[in-house]
């Protein structure tokens, strides 16, 4: 756990400089996003903004979980290959307590307005007297009610969170000072965080996104949001590393890390469409009136294209390009590939969402558009200053040596 600069020519005291440009352009985005929330409310397309809201919300706390889930993992697992990228999903988790305000804001402001999860939270639905009284609904009301509805959402987040901040204290003092404490510390916590995360996430899917339309249920669902957030967050990881190479930084992170990162986003790519083909084939087989009415919205013209672009975007194409070990390696085509499955994982999000929500009244457009830059911009500021804020590298960890031999 000594000071590697004394054997290697990299600069382990780097610091990212967050200024200039970069952050000019990252607050112009957040300025667009403002603004275009503003233009939803203002025109009158109150639903549809907050449909957008909740798509880049949790698509944005998805992402920095993601950041979180990769940490811990890569602890757990006591991997040497990653810990000379540590730094990037280290930045990303400790954005994730502020995500997880925005989400829950969203869906609770979305609940008291009805704009959201109406299926479930309207009037009279679970009043037999109710000319709006709807049987199904009643009988889930036990679980779908406001309060818990909110309450588990702000336990999970918070759990989340509460993980989020102590692995950056622990990154910290193990930066400071050395040694195993907080590296034994980082483990023991990691695995307590990836069985709770394990249990939670499902259901933090369920509540979310399949609540929407709470006449329907898929007991996949969950794992199917999980394989898309760990996808979104892997690419997102690979996109800022390649990124932050271009612009002359850790310069010890070689085309070998890139492979790695380039193989768990193919792997996991094609687990993603396992479990998207599974949910699909099994209610199309079993042809339930119940179970194909989700797929049924989706088929109408309104969505039908999209659903097919869907599987290209987030199937065909990456295991097409990243199938060959040449391209996994390969920085130009490693962005390409991320930069669209992350636009293929907005879609996949906005497939989800739009249907039970604005259903056959959907728009795209400044809407869509303004209110994905301006979460961008806020991602990029919010991550990119805590990068900022500690050395690129992580100087005392004891796996750092491995990290930096690594081959395949």
């Known amino acids: 756990m000594g000071n590697h600069n004394q054997t290697h020519t990299h600069n382990f005291s780097e610091q990212f400089i967050f200024s200039g440009k970069l952050k000019t352009w990252s607050l112009i985005a957040i300025v667009i996003g403002v603004l275009s929330i503003a233009f939803g409310f203002l025109t009158d397309h109150a639903e549809r903004t907050y449909a957008n809201l909740l798509l880049m919300a949790y698509y944005f706390t998805c992402v920095c979980a993601a950041g979180l ?24 988790s400790r954005v994730l307590p502020i995500a997880s305000l925005i989400l829950f804001v969203v869906c609770a402001a979305g609940l008291l307005t009805h704009n959201l999860y109406h299926h479930w939270n309207g009037d009279g639905l679970t009043d037999p007297a ?21 309450a588990r959402l702000a336990i999970f987040l918070g759990a989340y969170s509460f993980f989020a901040v102590l692995f950056a204290k622990y990154a910290k003092r193990e930066a400071a000072e050395g040694g195993l404490v907080f590296y034994d510390k980082s483990i023991k916590w990691s695995a307590v965080f990836l069985i709770i995360f394990g249990f939670t996430t499902p259901i933090w899917a369920f509540d979310t996104i399949m609540s929407l339309e709470a006449h329907w249920f898929s ?39 890139l492979h790695d990162l380039g193989k768990f986003i193919f792997a996991f790519s094609i687990f ?55 391209s996994k390696r390969h920085t130009n085509t490693l962005m390409f590939v991320c930069i669209m499955l992350l636009c293929g994982h907005w879609l996949d999000y906005y497939m989800m969402i739009m ?12 809407l ?6 301006g979460f961008t911009g806020l991602f990029s500021f919010l991550t990119l200053n805590q990068l900022s804020k500690r050395s690129m590298v992580p100087n005392n960890h004891p796996f750092l040596e491995e990290s930096l031999h690594h081959q395949i």
């Open 219 to 257: 007991t996949m669902f969950g794992w199917y949001n999980f394989a898309a957030l760990w996808v979104s967050g892997l690419c997102v990881i690979a996109l800022m590393i390649i990124l932050l190479k271009k612009g002359g930084y850790m310069s010890w992170i070689n085309e070998n890390h």
């Open 130 to 150: 109710s000319p709006n009284y709807d049987k199904l609904i009643a009988g889930k009301a036990v679980y779908l009610n406001v309060p818990f509805f909110l």
């Open 69 to 92: 889930f990769f940490v811990a993992l890569q602890y757990v697992a006591q991997a040497g290959w990653a810990t000379g990228l540590l730094r990037v999903p280290q930045a990303m």
């Open 272 to 326: 993603w469409t396992y479990i998207w083909f599974s949910q699909f084939l099994l209610i199309y087989y079993a042809n339930i009136p119940e179970e194909t009415v989700y797929f049924y919205k989706r088929w109408e013209p309104e969505y039908l294209p999209w659903f097919w672009v869907n599987i290209v975007i987030n199937f065909v194409a990456p295991i097409l390009i990243l199938m060959a070990r040449g």
């Open 355 to 366: 249907p039970g929500t604005v259903e056959s009244h959907r728009g795209f457009g400044i």
């Open 368 to 373: 869509e558009i303004g209110i994905a830059i």
